[in-house]
Nanobody, 123 residues
Framework: QVQLVESGGGLVQAGGSLRLSCTAS????????MGWFRQAPGKEREFVASISGSGGTDDYADSVRGRFTISRDNAKNTVNLQMNSLKPEDTAVYYC????????????????WGQGTQVTVSS
């Protein structure tokens, strides 16, 4: 069982930056690929970024590539999402998720989810 807790959301002006963090329970954190997803009001959940258990491979949605960076610290059981050059369309609830094995973009393949953290970008 893995429990995930996100933090770091908030309100920021367009062009600004935020750093989201997700802390996981458990002693096998490095066995899990981690992902960040987001859901805006009235829209479906969408993939943002994912990172392999070792941290050596990552993947980004086209909409965030070049602006967002995913990273992890397996010694601290944390995964981070550094978000730069934020746009109003990045406004959403951001969720951290874990899946055993390799990275994936499909949310339904992730086994564990955090409660979400709100990110609001004003224009």
């Amino acid at each position: 069982q893995v429990q995930l807790v996100e933090s770091g959301g908030g309100l920021v002006q367009a062009g600004g930056s935020l750093r989201l963090s997700c802390t996981a329970s458990g002693r096998t954190f490095s066995s899990y690929a981690m992902g960040w997803f987001r859901q805006a009001p009235g829209k479906e959940r969408e993939f943002v970024a994912s990172i392999s258990g070792s941290g050596g491979t990552d993947d980004y949605a086209d909409s965030v590539r070049g602006r967002f960076t995913i990273s992890r610290d397996n010694a601290k059981n944390t995964v981070n999402l550094q978000m730069n050059s934020l746009k109003p369309e990045d406004t959403a609830v951001y969720y951290c998720a874990a899946r055993y094995g390799w990275i994936a973009r499909e949310g339904e393949t992730y086994n564990y989810w955090g409660q979400g953290t709100q990110v609001t970008v004003s224009s």
